[in-house]
């Protein structure tokens, strides 16, 4: 099955390809780039070719992954934004990581905001969650912008993170914050 790209006002996301490796690699050695990540250390160039190969063989896999980002108007690798399966607790996470330059700018949230519609109305997922490491206000802003819900303390990825719910909108069998489950 091939990857779709989706584009929103200001962006293409796009499936990855390894011509993209120089400039990913280059994103993630931004200084501070990955500091609320589980494994913090900047990625060396193998690992970034590896992040890479994995989401295609996500995609293979699952038939979503995380997108390539490219501002539309400049055509260029920003970051990636999409949906990723996590297997240990059988749950699909919505996630974004975008250049230091491009933050602060929506387009996360932007991302983001496609990503959830895609899995809902695409891959009829009845729940997207999303975890954010507990002192990335950032990040926790830009899930409460989407529309998630439900913060709660969690434990994912052998650190302690806020995990964030949204259940799909045309599926009236799930729990609601107001309903015991």
């Not at 501070?32 to 896999?61: C, L, W």
């Not at 729940?127 to 802003?141: P, R």
Request: hydrophobic share 35%; proline share 6%; charged share 25%.
């Amino acid at each position: 099955m091939p990857i779709k790209s989706i584009h929103t006002p200001r962006l293409k996301l796009r499936p990855f390809t390894m011509a993209d490796v120089d400039t990913f690699f280059k994103i993630l050695t931004e200084p501070g780039i990955m500091r609320y990540f589980p494994n913090s250390d900047t990625p060396t160039y193998a690992r970034v070719e590896k992040i890479i190969k994995d989401q295609m063989k996500h995609y293979q896999d699952h038939q979503f992954g995380w997108w390539a980002v490219e501002e539309i108007d400049v055509g260029k690798l920003i970051g990636w934004n999409g949906l990723q399966y996590l297997p240990e607790t059988n749950e699909v996470e919505v996630a974004y990581l975008l250049s230091r330059k491009k933050w602060g700018q929506g387009l996360a949230s932007e991302g983001a905001q496609a990503s959830l519609q895609f899995g809902f109305e695409v891959l009829q997922l009845e729940t997207i969650i999303g975890i954010t490491h507990l002192e990335n206000k950032a990040s926790q802003k830009v899930l409460e912008k989407i529309g998630m819900h439900s913060r709660e303390r969690n434990h994912y990825f052998g650190m302690d993170c806020y995990k964030y719910i949204i259940h799909n909108p045309k599926h009236s069998s799930e729990p609601s914050a107001d309903k015991p489950q």
